[in-house]
């Protein structure tokens, strides 16, 4: 019995997080001009965040408190060594002295160098870019 309940919240939370990942596809390419319904500035702030802090409540799942800040969602979840990261994870990546991205995870190069993060405010657009995968602090479930 508890192998069978085990197995079906495996299951439910493996969905929960592709949810994420073809929740936030759905805006695959909308520019920074496009996105009043964040209810923020881009123009005055890092919106990776808050676009993070949608995507979450439209798969029905909790934002760490305050979401926009990008280093807040080291937060979120629970934790997972970079290495098992499946498409959907919530990845926290440093970008410069003080300086963090968040974003789902996609997939690593063959090498695993690089690491493919889906997400908002890359290259003012919600989009799939390359980042260096030692620039990865935090996986989150």
């Known amino acids: 019995m508890r192998v069978v309940l085990a197995i079906i919240?495996?299951?439910?939370?493996v969905q929960a997080h592709a949810d994420m990942l073809a929740t936030a596809s759905k805006?695959?390419?909308m520019h920074e001009r496009s996105i009043s319904f964040l209810s923020i500035n881009p123009r005055k702030l890092s919106w990776c965040g808050a676009f993070m802090a949608y995507i979450a409540q439209l798969a029905r799942r909790q934002p760490p408190t305050n979401p926009n800040m990008a280093v807040s969602w080291k937060k979120f979840g629970r934790p997972v060594f970079a290495r098992f990261a499946r498409p959907g994870d919530v990845v926290v990546m440093r970008t410069g002295k003080g300086r963090f991205h968040v974003s789902?995870?996609?997939h690593f190069d063959e090498r695993r160098q690089y690491?493919?993060?889906f997400g908002?405010?890359?290259s003012d657009?919600?989009?799939l870019s390359r980042y260096r995968a030692s620039s990865i602090?935090?996986?989150?479930?």
């Open 9 to 13: 919240l495996t299951i439910g939370a």
């Open 27 to 29: 805006f695959n390419n």
């Open 104 to 106: 789902l995870f996609h």
């Open 115 to 117: 690491v493919y993060l």
């Open 120 to 122: 908002g405010n890359q």
């Open 125 to 127: 657009r919600v989009q």
């Open 137 to 141: 602090v935090a996986v989150r479930r």
